[in-house]
Every structure is written in C-alpha cells, then in structure tokens.
C-alpha cells in the first residue's frame, strides 16, 4: 500500500488526473469486455439464423426432388451443390449419407488420399482424421474443427427421404467473428486512447483551476508566517462557492489576527510606560541618596517611602500582568 501511495503525485492536480485515469480505463474496460461479447454473441446468433435457413432450403431440396434410392438422394444432392459452391465467405454445405461418403460443396473437407502442394504426410493425416469426425452426425448447433477452413459453426438437421435418415448439414466459418471482434477492439482502444488523453488534458486543467485558489492562500498564508499581516485573498476569483467561503474565512481569521497583534502591541507599549515610570523614580531617589555625603535620617526615611511606594505599584503592575495572561 505504502508502494501504491508513492506513485501518486502529492499535488492536487495531478492526484485529480491520476484517479479521473483509473476511473475511466476501468470504465472503459468493463464496457469493452460487455460490448466484445455481445458483438460475438450476436454474430454467432445470426450465423445461427442463417444456418438453420441453409440446412431448411436443403432439406426442401431433398424432399421435393421425391427421390427413392440413396443414389438418386447423392445425385440430387451433388446438383444442389453444384448451384451453391463454396467459397471463403460462402456457407459449408453437405449431406451424410447412411453407408456413403458425404456429398459437399467442399468435398476436401471430408479427406483427400493424398497430400496438397506443400503439405507432409503427417499434415494429411490429421486433416483426414478431423474430416473423420465429421462424418459422425451430431444434431443441432456444434463448432468443429474443419481441415483448410479452421473453426466452423454446424447445423445438423437429421431427414427422413426414400425410407432412410440422412442428415443435411450447413457450416460457416467462425472467422467473421474473429475479425469483427478484433476490428470493434481496435476502434475501441483507437476511439479509447483518444477519450483518454481528451479526459487527462481536462481533468488536469480542471485541477489546475480547482487548486488556483488553495496555492493562493498557501502563498498568502506563507507570507503571513513570515510575519506579514496585510496580505489577503481575492474572493472575487472565486464566485460564491465554497473555495470563496473558504477565503471569506481566511480573510476573516487574518483580520482578527492583525487585530489581535496591533491591541498585542499596543498592551506592550502601555505595560512598558507603566514599568518604565515607577524605575524611574526609584532611579532617581537613589541617584539623590548616593548624590549626597551624609544623607540625614529624614531624607533616607523619604527616599525609603518613595522607593517602598513604587515597588509597591511595580508588584501590583506585575500581579495585573500576570492575572492577564491566566485569563482566556
């Protein structure tokens, strides 16, 4: 914690630029995170829409062409494909038939007995063993891995024709997501970059007018504390809120201080009379006594009175002195 404190700044300004930061990237991120999804699950959802209309137009297809054996099925369905061919935006279309191979628009997904141009035999195999798993029905949605095509979305609609259960199938690559997704994240972090420095520049001005008047009255209060009393804040600057109470205040505070030192001063300067008056009596008895030879019994009686006196007024000056300052 002490580690996270010393990164923040101290001034106010850049503690205010620093926090409005946080606050926005952790905003941005969460609706980043909620907006990645649903783009994705909305794809995938209309991707699902459009399957389940490709898998019903082929099933039409089948049913109406009222054919009766599996080869006429195979026929029928290798016309329909011939109509619909596949290409990298277009949808997978296939049909599985009980004891047949496949019949597709891209019949290399469903294996090649040799390897393509620039492929090992390894390479083929793996590919021949994924296109395996696709002769294996599975109804409804599903995504599976199809060789030379990469993850692909599958409807899979089992059909009743010519007495036997085929199954017609529609796929289509999920890398339309992949790379709309990415193109929303990044005009996201383009679009969120941009709010970002937009946000800093603002709060930081923002901060640079909110701690104007606080640096003003720290100088005012500084030169205070170096012993000027006249200073004082313009409460014109700050309107009527709070900053310009907070400165009525200070103003105020100054104005009783000032007070306070000239009655201070004031108090010093009578004390100093009051004192200074009885020693100088006392001094100039005593400069008489010691002025004469043989003072008589008389005049040392006086000086006595005299000095006795003045003490007396110096003891009650210094008694009022000190039940002052006990008084609150």
């Known amino acids: ?31 980043f995170v909620v907006i990645y999804a649903d783009t994705g699950s909305e ?13 019903g137009q082929l099933a039409e297809a089948l049913r109406a062409s009222r054919a009766g054996t599996g080869h006429q099925i195979s026929h029928v369905a ?23 191979h496949a019949v597709s628009n891209h019949q290399e997904v469903f294996g090649m007995p040799s390897p393509e141009e620039g492929e090992t035999l390894a390479q083929q195999r793996q590919e021949n063993q994924a296109a395996h798993e696709l002769l294996s029905s599975r109804p409804g949605y599903s995504t599976a891995h199809v060789p030379d095509v990469g993850a ?75 012993g000027e009393l006249t200073p004082r804040m313009d409460t014109r600057r700050d309107g009527r809120g709070e900053l ?11 104005d009783r201080l000032a007070h306070a030192f000239t009655r201070q001063r004031e108090f010093v300067a009578d004390a100093s009379h009051e004192l200074r008056t009885p020693l100088t009596v006392i001094r100039g008895q005593i400069e008489v006594l010691a002025a004469q030879h043989e003072p008589t019994a008389t005049e040392i009686r006086r000086v006595e009175q005299v000095v006795t006196a003045e003490v007396g007024r110096l003891g009650r000056l210094v008694e009022d002195l000190l039940l002052l300052a006990q008084a609150e």
């Not at 794809?43 to 898998?55: S, V, Y």
């Not at 109509?83 to 935006?89: K, L, M, V």
């Not at 701690?211 to 009255?217: D, T």
């Not at 109470?245 to 105020?252: D, K, P, T, Y």
């Open 43 to 55: 794809l995938r959802h209309q991707i699902d829409r459009d399957l389940a209309g490709d898998t």
């Open 152 to 226: 692909v979305r599958l409807h899979e609609r089992p059909l009743k024709v010519a007495g036997m259960t085929v199954v017609v199938a529609a796929g289509q690559p999920l890398a339309s997501v992949e790379h709309a997704q990415h193109g929303l994240a990044g005009a996201f972090l383009l679009a969120g970059a941009l709010v970002l420095v937009i946000a800093l520049v603002a709060s930081y001005l923002a901060g640079v007018r909110v701690s104007a008047p606080l640096r003003r009255m720290a100088q005012v209060a500084a030169r205070v504390d170096a």
């Open 244 to 254: 310009a109470v907070l400165a009525e205040s200070f103003n105020h505070m100054l």
């Open 1 to 31: 914690m002490r580690g996270i404190r010393r990164l923040v700044p101290a001034s106010l300004r850049w503690r205010l630029t620093v926090w409005v930061a946080a606050l926005l990237l952790v905003s941005a991120a969460a609706v």
């Open 78 to 100: 290798t016309r329909y494909m011939r109509g619909q061919p596949y290409t990298a935006n277009s949808t997978l279309l296939f049909v599985l038939l009980p004891g047949r």
